[in-house]
């Protein structure tokens, strides 16, 4: 393992991981880092280009491009939350990599960039954070050279196995409550969470000047066996520091008392027994 993984893998166990056992960060890690490769080969990186990371949360992307090419590349870590930036600035210099890397805060609707000045552009996992996605797509070809290629990695979590589906009615007191409730707010256009598929994508992008789009899906079915504890963090945990938890979500339709006793219900139900969860995701990549 390289010396920019290690410290990165190791941040990210001791904090955004810190709930997981063993195992699963392992597993999460691995599967982050296959990620990661993925769309730093679709992004076609080559040295001397110049290259950003927006929305670059704990630099998964960005670490991985100074992997491979040092000081060779002009880096770009951008991110609209100046923590994010400063968590990337701490592990990168607890390396002695070189590099030749810029921080940069912006929010990807608003870019502080000129235009054409960038060779690569990437993101991962970002537009689930962004509630109105073609703006976001009219910087990221703004800013690019002509040629120029735009690679990403998006879960398409409006498609992934919801909580009903893994419960029986018999299960859970209010079952067909539950059920509505989480159908309609797993379906809200208001959400960027879940407001978009790989054909809104896909449209977006050629809607923003983008000539050669390309938007590919993949399922992946994982299996698990959970304990309490591990379900009730699925339920708990936000997704991200500005979107509401799945309890939350609940509490919105549901009073409290009720939103308890469905997680202990569904706790019950699903706990130490194998469960199968389908999730989708897309990997973009979009040339100017």
């Known amino acids: 393992m390289s010396e920019i993984c290690k410290n990165w893998s190791t941040w990210l166990k001791k904090t955004r991981f810190s709930y997981m056992d063993e195992q699963q960060k392992e597993q999460t890690l691995n599967w982050l880092i296959a990620v990661r490769d993925s769309v730093l080969n679709l992004a076609d990186l080559k040295e001397g280009q110049k290259i950003a990371d927006f929305g670059c949360g704990s630099g998964l992307l960005a670490f991985g491009v100074l992997e491979r090419f040092e000081d060779k590349v002009e880096l770009i870590f951008s991110d609209k939350f100046q923590d994010c930036l400063d968590e990337c600035k701490k592990i990168l210099n607890e390396t002695n990599i070189k590099n030749n890397a810029k921080f940069l805060i912006s929010d990807v609707s608003d870019i502080k960039l000129e235009k054409n000045c960038l060779d690569r552009l990437m993101t991962r996992s970002v537009l689930v954070h962004v509630k109105e996605k073609q703006p976001a797509f009219n910087e990221f070809c703004r800013i690019l050279k002509p040629t120029g290629i735009y690679a990403a990695f998006e879960p398409i979590i409006s498609e992934n196995t919801r909580y009903y589906e893994l419960l029986n009615s018999n299960q859970i007191s209010d079952y067909n ?20 598929n790989a054909e809104s994508l896909d449209k977006n992008l050629y809607e923003a000047g983008f000539t050669d789009v390309t938007v590919n899906v993949q399922e992946a079915a994982s299996k698990y066996i959970p304990t309490k504890e591990a379900i009730l963090n699925w339920l708990i945990t936000p997704p991200a520091p500005d979107q509401k938890s799945m309890k939350e979500r609940f509490l919105e339709y549901f009073d409290e008392k009720k939103v308890d006793n469905f997680i202990l219900e569904v706790q019950n139900a699903l706990s130490q027994k194998e469960v199968k969860i389908t999730s989708k995701t897309a990997f973009i990549k979009a040339m100017k």
């Open 177 to 196: 409550d539950f059920q509505k409730a989480e159908k309609e707010f797993m379906e809200n256009p208001n959400d960027p969470l879940v407001n978009f």
